[in-house]
């Protein structure tokens, strides 16, 4: 496969991932932690901007994004 080949099917499976770890964080009702990954990888705010944009405790939104990242590299490339 060309390495064209190969980003793709990377990207695809991140994507997926990300949607896996959307679908889990709303089923648990638990989706300002898919917010909080989502504002910080895609839009660039930093950990104190989502703190005070979604009204948590100061270390939460970190916590929140460490524990998305470390179960999207499991989906990902099965690395615990």
Known sequence: TSRRQRQM???DSIT??????QRRRQ???R???????R?????GY???Q???????GKDTPRRWITAA????????????
Do not use: D, F, P, S
């Not at 989706?31 to 990954?37: C, G, I, K, P, R």
């Not at 989502?50 to 948590?56: A, V």
């Open 9 to 11: 099917c990377i990207r």
């Open 16 to 21: 997926a991932a990300l949607e896996e770890i």
């Open 27 to 29: 089923q648990a009702e």
């Open 31 to 37: 989706e300002e932690e898919y917010t909080a990954l």
């Open 39 to 43: 504002m910080y990888y895609m839009q």
């Open 46 to 48: 930093t950990y104190e």
């Open 50 to 56: 989502i703190e005070k944009e979604l009204n948590t």
């Open 69 to 80: 990242v470390k179960e999207l590299a499991v989906m990902v490339y099965g690395i615990e």
